[in-house]
């Protein structure tokens, strides 16, 4: 059973096997599709694969849609070489349910997949003449939140980027550049209207990719390298809108486990490649069947009816709710504190630490009891059911291979919009109390204990990667579990730090709590269980 064109011919011994295959005439599309195109995303990852491909073939397979997706990754050009092309553009979709349930999906969906790359000439020709079609009405973007950034780390501009400020839009290198490339070509055909959405998981993800396409344009012109009004088209939003969005779906890295259900079952050539840019990618993506997308309705040259296949358009003061009640309050706090305290108590699997009663009262206390008082109501997601789906349905599905140690990458760069976005807001109301807040401090604390790379049986342990290490690390590295030590003098720095935290912790009156949680902790072994214990009961 090879997961191409020709192998897929044989629709019976795929059928047998369980697999659901497209229900559409999959060459009458793709050549709609290149006559016509509707559609094109930027990023041919996992959450692609397994989100927007699925609802397209779902809307492909009831006649709602009668063209497909382009797809075009402009970060790892082998994605398309070693995955895209040698499979026709199939993917295998694994839904893994909570009940022990495994879909499996054949998507077609994706009918071309381009380099953006302007060093090969036909595949860039090829994705000018996408932008260039009158048709095209939305292209958008999982290429993550790193991927709109001009500059770097120390907010220097990157390399590329000012050459391809200086040099114009006729070969760029840089992504961004190659992505205003394109809209200047829409621009020259006719100033023809276009959404631009960002589907990746940060806020305001719309403005971030405005701010980044504006600066090249307003650059351009004023470097006399395009017409002088091209940035004026690129600020009218009758002509390109910049939605905001929020996404959410965990597809995690493709797991050994659901690789062996696919070879069981006859499925050849599912090796994983690991590009020369370190990017993991095989045949098949194994991911959650819960999924939420939701969309600023602003498309200046009209849309697909995608809520047919369960996405949400609304306006963008909803689209700001909801992603804040993801962020700030009903999943992604949850899955910190899980992510920390998993780390040091040994788990492998986040599904595992929610069969465990302290760390399964951790999360609902943090989320139920002091995060829900302060989220705004989005109206089109609650959010207690939200809370209850996270904590019920998809953080204990025993079948979904995340871990803690994935999940606790880049912790520093999380904590202040995780927990201290329900700080700020416990500090600004006159009806709540910070002073109330006992759970978002232990995750604090949990963090500085982890930062020791010592779990708490006193085994060290490997750190994910996070930008801050280095700088946070040396203030807890000569501390030994059960030594004696001064909490504050040696934590001051980090917990007066409002942009790890969201805020300066000794003005909410919260660093002697931490420091004190964070004593209890590392009075020996086995400490971070016992301070859990004692303060979730």
């Known amino acids: 059973m090879r997961l191409n064109e020709a192998g ?65 990754e402009g970060y790892d050009y082998e994605i398309i070489e070693k995955m895209n092309l040698p499979h026709d553009g199939y993917s295998i979709l694994v839904t893994l349910k909570a009940d022990g349930n495994v879909e499996k999906t054949v998507v077609g969906s994706v009918v071309e997949s381009l380099a953006l790359d302007s060093d090969n000439a036909v595949s860039f020709a090829r994705l000018k003449e996408i932008f260039e079609a009158d048709t095209l009405q939305m292209a958008s973007f999982t290429i993550t939140e790193k991927g709109y950034s001009l500059v770097n780390g120390k907010g220097d501009i990157l390399p590329d980027v000012k050459a391809d400020m200086e040099k114009g839009p006729e070969k760029p290198a840089s992504y961004i550049g190659k992505v205003a490339a394109l809209l200047y070509a829409r621009f020259l055909a006719g100033q023809k209207p276009i959404a631009m959405v960002s589907m990746d998981n940060c806020s305001h ?12 344009a307003e650059k351009w012109v004023e470097n006399k390298l395009v017409d002088t ?35 069981k079952d006859g499925v050849e050539e599912l090796d994983p490649v690991i590009t020369g840019k370190n990017t993991y990618i095989a045949p ?20 697909p009816e995608l809520e047919k296949g369960g996405l949400m358009f609304t306006a963008r003061e909803t689209v700001d709710k909801v992603e804040k009640m993801k962020v700030c309050t009903c999943l992604n706090p949850l899955h910190t504190a ?48 939200f809370i209850d789906t996270v904590l019920n349905i998809r953080v204990p599905n025993p079948f979904m291979p995340d871990t803690p140690q994935r999940i606790a990458t880049d912790t520093s760069q999380k904590l202040a919009i995780r927990f201290g976005e329900t700080i700020k807001a416990y500090a600004a109301s006159p009806e709540l109390d910070t002073a109330d807040l006992k759970l978002i401090p232990l995750v604090f604390a949990g963090w500085l204990r982890y930062l020791m790379a010592v779990n708490d049986n006193g085994e060290a342990f490997a750190l994910s990667p996070d930008p801050l290490l280095d700088t946070v690390c040396p203030y807890v590295a000569d501390i030994t579990l059960g030594s004696d030590f001064d909490a ?9 730090n409002a942009k790890i935290f969201g805020v300066n912790l000794y003005d909410v009156n919260m660093a002697k709590l931490v420091c004190d949680y964070f004593k209890e902790m590392t009075a020996g072994k086995g400490a971070v269980r016992t301070t859990l214990e004692k303060y979730t009961a």
């Not at 088209?233 to 890295?253: A, E, G, L």
């Not at 992510?339 to 986040?350: E, P, R, S």
Request: glycine fraction near 6%; proline fraction near 6%.
């Open 8 to 72: 897929l011919a044989n629709h019976k011994e795929w059928e047998e096997k369980g697999y659901a295959l497209p229900k559409f005439d999959r060459s009458a599309v793709t050549e709609n599709t290149k006559k016509r195109p509707r559609w094109i995303h930027f990023g041919a990852g996992n959450i692609f694969r397994a989100f927007q491909a699925n609802v397209v073939q779902n809307l492909l397979n009831e006649g709602v849609l009668d063209t497909g997706l382009i797809v075009a």
């Open 488 to 496: 504050e003098a040696k934590l001051k720095p980090i917990l007066e």
């Open 284 to 303: 098949f993506v194994n991911a959650e069947e819960c999924e939420y997308l939701v969309i600023e309705d602003a498309f200046p040259n009209g849309r």
């Open 229 to 263: 009004t091209f940035a004026d088209y690129i600020k009218n939003p009758q002509k390109v809108s910049f939605p905001w969005s929020m996404i959410d779906k965990i597809t995690p890295r493709p797991d050994p486990s659901v690789e062996a259900i696919l070879q």
């Open 338 to 385: 899980l992510a920390v305290f998993g780390c040091l108590l040994g788990y492998d699997l986040i599904s595992k630490e929610m069969k465990d009663e302290t760390l399964k009262k951790l999360v609902e206390g943090i989320g139920y009891k002091e995060g829900l008082p302060v989220v705004i109501n989005p109206g089109i997601l609650d959010p207690k059911d």
């Open 205 to 216: 993800n719309g403005t971030k990719l405005y701010d980044a396409v504006s600066t090249f």
